[in-house]
């Protein structure tokens, strides 16, 4: 049983797995995540109805005329609404990770770089961060600003920032303390030339590979978040908040709960994938 | 060890002191402040200076900064905006609902996540790993208030097993002791409460055990297999132990140190993640009373709730920390710092 663990790990159990069921498997998520974001896009053109306006009508089942998943309880077209929908999710997901990347890779480099006591100091004001649950985290930013589309990015981004902060500080140590910022500090460059042009070039791959792969987790964030009632404010149309007011239906139309859900679910799984095959890569190719 | 426990114990305060004060200034020092918010709730001006003033916002921050952590320090978490009831009585009431909750959810968690971590990292890049890696993947990937949704549905709606709301059926009397009903059924000889409690707290706990059981396996799995590559486990191998034991006294063994900091780390995040399937359940703990205090802008509530999560956030992370120290000799004779 246990005795080829060993060799079966040397062989890549990942590795092995994908070579077998072929390319196609693996460009899949990707594929997903694209369809995604296409029908993001594509929103205004693809919806068949205004995903705001209502109606003063009976609701209306799957497969109606007219309605291919539906209304919900004000008439308003599902299929319009979960399209629409995709917008904040991709906007609320990817701008979050792409500001705690920033900050928190700018702070985590400056950190690392620095090293002594200023190093010390930057990491102790991230423990303290650290203490808060990130969601505790995330309703307190939101709590303190009131909800809007930008202010989730920003309590989404806040909750991931000791994530980035904490890796770029670990990497930024460990380049600092190599030859070649030896070398660059030796010929006289400023400290901040040496951040900028020698050590971050350096840390950047496996930043980003983290941060695809937290993706999922800001958009499972955010969804929580527009559930609470802490999102978007209605009635623009967001997955989260849908299911919140499917839920007052469950017991006529659960699909208008479970629809919106499921589009979270696929979401957040595809760009799990995507993210976990780029830190593959990144492990096997980036071993130094 | 000990020089360890005083120093981690010594710095406690200043962090509680910290977090106390990001909570203060994060509800009432950042734009969109209480007093704003309060002012738009009421019509008459008289009305809102009159309550404002009673509600000591009408000093400076730095004063009602002082009267803040004065009440702390007392143990006075204040008084709620909207009902005037004691802060520090309704968290006493709730907290133990949510603890009751995270324990529960931690149980499915271990036994799940575990299970399915040990039995792939029995056999890496077979099948079952490959599936079970899969399961784990999918879900991590699952809102957790969506997956709980789903589970109404199928075990409520559709099965009609299962309670969907509430923590004890309305027809049944409760007088809380100590608010843990498990204790309080022992305590006043009333057995029969705890069939509907757990009936009504399985869902929430599958709920949210289940969607962190995918990190814990992908956890187990990867220090399993990351042990078993060790040369003393080679050596072992080499000896012609049988590969049962060598899975079970050698590699498990020293696995396991990793897994219990991971599960440790996850209690403290189930205590603010339970938020959500308290939500979703209409499931009265203290996470609920958190969101619903944002909501209605209560903000003594919010305050008072999100501190006590946060210091039990802290108190938990450290135990578990002390309790690896402890646990692994090489790390007890570490000089300090």
């Known amino acids: 049983m246990a005795d080829s663990a060993g060799q079966k790990i040397a062989a890549g159990g990942v590795a092995s797995l994908r070579l077998s069921a072929g390319v196609a498997l693996a460009a899949l998520p990707w594929l997903v995540a694209a369809i995604f974001v296409l029908a993001a896009l594509l929103a205004p053109w693809l919806a068949p109805h205004d995903p705001v306006a209502g109606r003063a009508a009976p609701m209306q089942q799957m497969f109606s005329d007219g309605h291919l998943l539906g209304t919900d309880a004000l008439g308003r077209d599902t299929l319009s609404r979960l399209l629409f929908g995709l917008r904040p999710m991709l906007v609320v997901s990817l701008g979050a990770v792409a500001l705690a990347l920033a900050a928190g890779g700018a702070y985590g480099l400056v950190s690392g770089t620095a090293g002594g006591r200023t190093d010390w100091a930057m990491m102790r004001a991230v423990d303290i961060l650290m203490s808060f649950p990130l969601i505790l985290a995330a309703i307190l930013v939101l709590a303190a600003l009131g909800p809007s589309l930008f202010n989730v990015t920003l309590a989404v981004a806040v909750s991931q920032l000791p994530i980035f902060a904490r890796l770029a500080r670990a990497l930024a140590a460990g380049e600092a303390a190599r030859d070649y910022v030896l070398a660059a500090r030796a010929a006289g460059f400023s400290e901040l030339h040496v951040m900028l042009r020698e050590v971050a070039p350096n840390i950047a791959r496996p930043l980003l590979v983290q941060a695809t792969s937290v993706v999922a987790l800001a958009a499972l964030t955010a969804a929580a978040l527009s559930y609470l009632g802490l999102g978007v404010r209605p009635p623009a149309p967001d997955l989260g908040y849908m299911v919140k007011e499917g839920q007052e239906l469950l017991f006529i139309a659960p699909e208008q709960a479970l629809l919106p859900g499921l589009l979270i679910a696929v979401f957040a799984l595809a760009v799990s994938f995507c993210g976990d095959q780029l830190a593959d890569v990144e492990r096997r190719g980036g071993g130094a | ?319 578990t920390d002390l309790a690896y120290r402890w646990a692994d000799p090489r790390l007890r004779r570490e000089p300090g710092r």
């Open chain 2, 1 to 319: 060890m000990i020089a360890e426990i005083a120093r981690r114990l010594a710095f406690l305060p200043v962090t509680l002191f910290v977090v106390a004060t990001l909570v203060f200034l994060a509800l009432r020092a950042l734009p969109g402040s209480t007093v704003d918010m309060l002012a738009s709730s009421f019509s008459t001006a008289g009305l809102r200076d009159q309550l404002i003033a009673q509600l000591g916002l009408d000093q400076p921050l730095w004063k009602q900064y002082l009267i803040y952590v004065g009440d702390l320090v007392r143990g006075d978490l204040g008084r709620s905006f909207i009902t005037g009831r004691d802060v520090a009585t309704m968290v006493g009431e709730t907290l133990p609902v949510t603890i009751e909750l995270a324990v529960a959810s931690l149980v499915v968690m271990m036994v799940v996540g575990l299970g399915m971590g040990l039995a792939a990292a029995a056999r890496p890049g077979s099948l079952l790993d490959g599936a079970l890696r899969f399961v784990a993947m999918t879900l991590f990937a699952l809102p957790w208030f969506w997956f709980g949704i789903l589970m109404i549905v199928v075990f409520s709606l559709w099965l009609g097993w299962l309670p969907a709301f509430g923590r004890l059926p309305s027809s049944v009397t409760y007088e809380p002791v100590t608010n843990f009903v498990l204790i309080d059924a022992i305590l006043t000889g009333r057995p029969e409460l705890i069939g509907p409690w757990l009936a009504h707290l399985t869902l929430p706990a599958l709920t949210v055990g289940l969607t962190t059981a995918g990190m814990l396996m992908r956890l187990a799995r990867a220090g399993v297999i990351e042990t078993a590559r060790l040369d003393f486990v080679r050596s072992a191998r080499m000896k012609g132990v049988p590969p049962g034991r060598v899975f079970f006294r050698h590699v498990l063994r020293n696995a396991a140190l990793g897994i219990l900091t991971v599960i440790g780390l996850q209690f403290g995040a189930m205590l603010g993640g339970s938020v959500v399937a308290e939500v979703v359940f209409g499931y009265p703990g203290i996470g609920r009373m958190m969101v619903d205090a944002v909501l209605t802008r209560d903000y003594a509530v919010a305050q008072g709730a999100a501190l006590v999560l946060a210091v039990l956030y802290v108190l938990v992370n450290l135990v």
